[in-house]
């Protein structure tokens, strides 16, 4: 038995946001968004009941939501969540997918790949203990992974007296530490309180003051429609299809995902790097035929010329070309726990769909990640360390910059020797 939405044919078509949960470690996470999927019906009865025996047989005062989000048994006996968990859930409204991550600073890279494709981030506050350095971390990560929607979610508002003045003091703190920042366009901040389901999913009749939509409401309306770069079209080939069956003899198509702009029919595009002129064909998928594709379609795309095109090539329109070279600057995070980034250190550079070599020419600094300071003088990076390095790659990368497309902008480094990525870099 479930008490959730019906299943509606046009589910496939809604619209998905993704969106990260960021809060240092006993903020209420995991009860905000067992909240949003108990208040908004999308839990199995069995789940509930569950969640409730285990409640009751650990002496909670409240059914504890928490248990819904928190899977794994050694985890919810310590009441923390430590890796990264995706979780679905759908209103008639939007399909969602929520990327939970742990708030504490040594899980810095769990963040980072978890926002890493989201389109909104909630950042969670305490209101008693208000805007502390975890919190400030959480917004630097947001903007360096260019999230360009932030919820500020003022929890356990129940606990501060419900209070109006509490809620505008901590605002105007966080207001003070992000307008450092480049890339949050949009930021709302919503008190709520997750235990009790104010301003969550229904509107708290305990702060009539607020005037502001639930949590919900707003997740479901935020427009996200300009964040995708529809303006530079980038289609990065992943694989040549060549069929060679009696049918489809002469078939030769070049199968990926649009990274940015829309492509059409009997557009005129250039095949990169070998900067060969052509014109699209058809664009085909599974279900036939399409008149355009845009971000993030998976398809695959015919031409009009036989060109000699293989994986990592990129077929490109308009007279906003990537950027093309082997000398890149990009800010990264470093991910491994048992190696440092050494100068001159070698790597694998997996960028879109090519592959290459690439060399550490410098390390510029490392940002202090709580106040925004940049350390000059220490020249290697530890695990879950953020700043800027110089690489040199083995051959030309066609790229643009992470603000411009976080596809296009983005890349991973690889130990060579051990096949461990190492990093995420995002080109300056």
């Not at 990560?141 to 919820?151: E, F, Q, S």
């Not at 007296?161 to 920042?181: C, G, H, P, Q």
């Not at 110089?390 to 497309?405: E, F, K, M, V």
Request: glycine share 6%.
């Amino acid at each position: 038995m479930s008490h959730e939405v019906p299943y509606d044919e046009g589910y496939l078509d809604m619209d998905l946001l993704r969106f990260t949960t960021a809060g240092s470690v006993d903020d209420g996470k995991s009860t905000l968004i067992g909240r949003l999927l108990y208040d908004s019906k999308n839990t199995f009865e069995d789940q509930i009941e569950a969640v409730e025996a285990t409640s009751k047989k650990r002496g909670d005062e409240h059914v504890n939501l928490a248990l819904l989000t928190d899977g794994l048994r050694a985890e919810r006996e310590q009441g923390i969540t430590i890796d990264v968990a995706y979780r679905y859930f759908a209103t008639p409204k939007r399909k969602f997918i929520i990327a939970d991550t742990p708030g504490h600073i040594q899980y810095t890279r769990n963040m980072v790949t978890g926002a890493s494709t989201a389109n909104l981030a909630i950042i969670l506050v305490d209101a008693r203990s208000g805007v502390i350095e975890q919190t400030c971390r959480h917004a630097f990560i947001a903007d360096l992974l260019r999230i360009r929607h932030v919820i500020l979610a003022v929890n356990k508002m129940d606990l501060a007296e419900y209070s109006e003045d509490r809620f505008n003091e901590i605002v105007d703190d966080f207001k003070k530490f992000a307008s450092r920042l480049n890339n949050i366009v949009d930021m709302t901040a919503i008190p709520i309180s997750a235990l009790h389901g104010d301003n969550v999913v229904e509107k708290s009749e305990n702060m009539d003051w607020y005037e502001g939509p639930s949590m919900l409401y707003h997740l479901e309306n935020v427009y996200i429609g300009s964040d995708q770069n529809h303006v530079d079209a980038r289609f990065p080939v992943q694989w040549v299809i060549r069929p060679h069956s009696d049918e489809h003899h002469d078939f030769r198509g070049y199968a990926g995902r649009v990274a940015g702009g829309v492509f059409k029919p009997g557009d005129e595009v250039t095949v990169q790097p070998s900067g060969f002129p052509t014109k699209i064909k058809a664009i085909d998928t599974f279900d036939g035929q399409l008149e355009e594709a845009f971000a993030p379609l998976s398809t695959t795309i015919t031409l009009e010329n036989e060109i000699d095109i293989s994986r990592g090539d990129m077929i490109v329109k308009g007279n906003n070309p990537p950027q093309k070279g082997q000398e890149i600057e990009a800010m990264i995070c470093w991910f491994s726990e048992d190696k440092q980034l050494q100068p001159r250190g070698k790597y694998y550079l997996r960028h879109t769909t090519k592959e290459v070599k690439a060399i550490v020419q410098e390390i510029r600094y490392k940002v202090n990640i709580n106040t925004l300071h940049k350390i000059e003088d220490d020249k290697t990076f530890s695990l879950n360390e953020i700043g800027r390095i110089s690489l040199r790659t083995s051959a030309p990368l066609l790229y643009d910059s992470y603000r411009r497309n976080r596809t296009t902008g983005s890349f991973i480094l690889i130990d060579a020797q051990t096949n461990e990525t190492v990093a995420a870099g995002m080109i300056v």
